[in-house]
């Protein structure tokens, strides 16, 4: 890096200037303090940028995992990069796709060809949903092409979130999706007179409408969807309103979306001036044989409801904070309940600043851990063993920035992990130039020689952050073994469902 001062003008004043010392001891000892690694490749996508988190599937069948994400270039605009594959040997890239507009989403996965290959779902703005060949990268439908949508906006459909994957439905032998769609981005952020969300099941075969059923309250929908299967035919948790509009936190039976009606769902939480945007997760924190429901509500609150009942068990609130991402789970003390991790940041949407980072007690509700490191991003923390001692540490990406003695900014992002039992915190990898926005890491071992990989994203402008003119992908080698259990190794889980469900 430059030779500067650490940081920027303050947003927060001199009550963050202990922090910035932190901060600077902190980045100091990174440099000499690392997480033994090498890079062993990187792929530049010189056009756009992202905020889609990396997935993993073996796509041309060579035994080592293949990279799936999506990108895009400045809202509205069309991008003939909007979902790529990357080959996970080399880096090099397998296929890639083009959309009208951004491709925010990141994949999902289903064999709807038969060829043993999973094929991706990926969905985006202006209504952007397809399905693409995993093999080949030919495009197997578009959502509005199949349902004759002509004009997106107009006919009430906006942009599609992450999908989840439920029984066949349709009777075509192939399992079918469930997703929601919502967010008109032309109207006004503080103005109340928004279109409603809705739930949607949708054919994977083909791309048909299945069903569709309006958010209960009428408010606009950000959150991707969780499916949890059970003897019952499942339920879905959700959630509606936004950065500048309040909105509820809701689980329904599985049925209720059948019927193309959501009256019938529980309210589990509420918020008069926010809404609930980070995807929830499932995880049993009370032994009694029943996923338990988790959610960061975007005014500042961790919260954690009885799968059973709906009770709520425990509440963390950060005030003056927001968060638009979702906790990472995993043992971080010396119990065998299920802990969690949470990076919210300081401020009000737009204007959210520095970080700040809890680690709860998933028995209590208790926080035991607390950091303030770098500026707030949209990522999600990961969670697993690194050093092997039973515990779990957490990876996550932080952004920080240098000013010269112009004041101009300069911009730097890297991957570090915490370890509750030592409070050690090492970097992994190298400092980049640029910044990680909202593309959560993966964790794994993407070629199953026994140790972890990580993939990592980042835009690699040095003078400014929100920018789609350029990306870089890094296969990231580690000689730390694979634990037997990786807790949670990518956005909303190993299995991208958001279900937690091993035991310690």
């Not at 600077?24 to 992202?50: R, Y």
């Not at 035994?63 to 400045?74: N, T």
């Not at 990268?137 to 994957?165: A, D, H, M, R, S």
């Not at 949209?378 to 063993?385: E, G, I, R």
């Amino acid at each position: 890096m430059n030779s500067m001062k650490l940081w920027s003008a303050d947003p927060y004043g001199d009550a963050m200037v202990s922090l910035r010392c932190m901060l600077s001891v902190i980045l100091m000892a990174l440099c000499f303090s690392k997480v033994q690694s090498q890079s062993l490749w990187v792929s530049e996508m010189p056009t756009v940028g992202t905020f889609s988190s990396p997935r993993i599937a073996d796509l041309n069948n060579d035994g080592v995992g293949d990279i799936v994400m999506g990108a895009g270039r400045e809202e509205f605009q069309a991008c003939d990069t909007a979902v790529f594959a990357l080959d996970g040997q080399t880096g090099q890239l397998l296929w890639r796709v083009s959309a009208t507009d951004q491709i925010f989403g990141s994949a999902t996965f289903l064999d709807i060809t038969g060829d043993t290959i999973a094929d991706v779902f990926m969905g985006g703005r202006s209504a952007e949903l397809f399905a693409v060949n995993g093999k080949s990268g030919e495009v197997i439908w578009t959502f509005c092409e199949v349902n004759g949508i002509k004009n997106p906006n107009g006919e009430g459909w906006y942009n599609f979130y992450n999908l989840q994957v439920v029984p066949d439905q349709d009777g075509d032998g192939i399992r079918d999706l469930v997703v929601s769609n919502g967010g008109d981005v032309m109207v006004e952020p503080f103005d109340p007179d928004r279109p409603p969300g809705k739930l949607v099941l949708i054919s994977a075969l083909t791309g048909t409408l299945i069903k569709e059923a309006q958010m209960p309250d009428g408010k606009e929908t950000y959150m991707s969807v969780h499916f949890l299967p059970d003897s019952s035919g499942g339920e879905i948790v959700y959630g509606t309103g936004g950065e500048t509009i309040g909105g509820h936190f809701y689980r329904v039976a599985f049925s209720g979306l059948l019927q193309g009606d959501l009256t019938g769902s529980v309210k589990l939480d509420s918020s008069a001036t926010k809404g609930f945007i980070g995807p929830s997760l499932r995880a049993d924190i009370n032994e009694d044989g029943v996923s338990d429901i988790f959610t960061n509500a975007v005014d500042g609150r961790l919260l954690a409801f009885d799968g059973k009942s709906s009770e709520k068990l425990w509440e963390v609130i950060l005030p003056n904070t927001e968060s638009y991402s979702s906790p990472a789970v995993g043992f971080f003390n010396n119990d065998d309940i299920p802990d969690f991790f949470i990076s919210y940041g300081r401020g009000v949407w737009p204007h959210l600043g520095w970080g700040i980072q809890k680690m709860v007690d998933g028995k209590t509700g208790q926080v035991e851990f607390t950091d303030s490191l770098g500026f707030y991003q949209n990522t999600s923390p990961l969670a697993v063993d690194l050093n092997g001692d039973g515990l779990d540490e957490i990876v996550m990406s932080v952004n920080f920035q240098e000013v010269d003695e112009l004041y101009r900014k300069f911009f730097y992002t890297m991957l570090v992990s915490i370890d509750f039992a030592s409070g050690e915190i090492l970097n992994i990898g190298e400092i980049y130039e640029g910044s990680n926005l909202s593309s959560t890491p993966w964790i794994g071992d993407l070629d199953n020689d026994g140790f972890l990989d990580l993939i990592h994203c980042h835009g690699t402008s040095l003078r400014h952050t929100y920018t789609f003119d350029g990306m870089k992908i890094h296969r990231i080698s580690t000689s730390i073994p694979v634990p037997q259990n990786i807790s949670w190794g990518s956005y909303q889980g190993n299995e991208y469902d958001g279900t937690f469900s091993w035991k310690k």
